[in-house]
């Protein structure tokens, strides 16, 4: 396989300001390679330490900005998840551009909860042997004299469950309740039905728009934490098949994943760096885990 050095770089920057940034320009040439396999404009989030939040819509224009619209475009993305309205919001803000035309969710690893919420309003999911979606447990906002953190919905509105049919406080729980306004709870309930609406939503109108039934019952399942019991459980491209989504399976030898699982794993020596890294053939926007 061979991945050039795209003309301009030559034309345009000095022999040590290439060196010196010899990384990015290496996963751009990856970017462009993917870009011709799949016939699209890529984009890449990857979310090693932090969620997916609001303050993600700024940078994230960004790697759309020099996208014309009415382009098929593809979302490399991995994340462990994050906070479901801002998933959405990145999901309009990608068919605002693509139009009528095809938007790919691409996942060499994991998207998990919110993640998989955005692979949801996709046409279809790229998927090979190390990806892996998840439930769609939406995550809530606590905050603690430390700053933010992220709690499971599920487990907030289970926690308390618990602790009504004890009918006594376990000091176990005194962790989590030192840091849990009550309001809190009323919107981990309202994010989980919101979660299995927007699912259901998305897929009736893209993935499976032809199929509005299963689109509910998808939905349904993947918001169903009972089914899962865990958070963290790995849906893969079987499972994901099966269930009736839109899978692309490419297999480790096919020269379009492997491509994708250079780019990935180009990244990963930047996870102990930083906490989340947007990036385009334009744009490379590194945020720290701060």
């Known amino acids: 396989m061979s991945i050039t050095t795209c003309s301009d770089d030559l034309k345009n920057y000095t022999p040590l ?151 006594k406080l376990n000091p176990a729980y005194l962790p989590m309740l030192d840091n849990l306004d009550l309001a809190v709870i009323d919107i981990a309930e309202k994010a989980v039905s919101r979660t299995e609406r927007c699912a259901y939503e998305w897929l009736a109108k893209c993935m499976l728009k032809n199929n509005k039934t299963k689109a509910k019952k998808i939905a349904k399942d993947l918001s169903d934490d009972k089914k899962w019991l865990s958070h963290g459980y790995a849906i893969d491209h079987k499972d994901a098949k099966n269930m009736g989504l839109a899978v692309d399976y490419r297999r480790k030898d096919d020269p379009s994943w492997e491509l994708i699982w250079r780019l990935f794993v180009s990244y990963l020596p930047l996870r102990n760096q930083v906490g989340k890294v947007f990036e385009s053939k334009h744009s490379f926007l590194p945020f720290s885990n701060q």
């Open 17 to 167: 300001y290439r060196a010196l940034n010899d990384p990015r320009y290496s996963r751009r040439d990856f970017i462009v390679e993917i870009e011709k396999q799949l016939g699209c404009e890529l984009v890449v989030y990857m979310g090693f330490n932090l969620p997916i939040i609001p303050d993600d819509i700024a940078p994230f224009q960004d790697l759309l900005y020099k996208i014309n619209y009415n382009s098929k475009i593809g979302l490399l993305i991995y994340s462990n998840g994050g906070v479901i309205d801002a998933a959405e919001k990145l999901a309009k803000m990608i068919r605002n551009v693509t139009g009528n035309e095809e938007f790919i969710v691409v996942v060499p690893e994991k998207a998990k909860s919110a993640a998989t919420l955005l692979a949801l309003t996709a046409d279809r999911i790229l998927m090979g042997d190390t990806s892996e979606l998840g439930p769609i447990d939406p995550q809530i906002p606590i905050y603690t004299r430390n700053g933010v953190i992220y709690r499971p919905a599920f487990s907030i509105i289970d926690t308390i469950k618990k602790i009504n049919a004890e009918g």
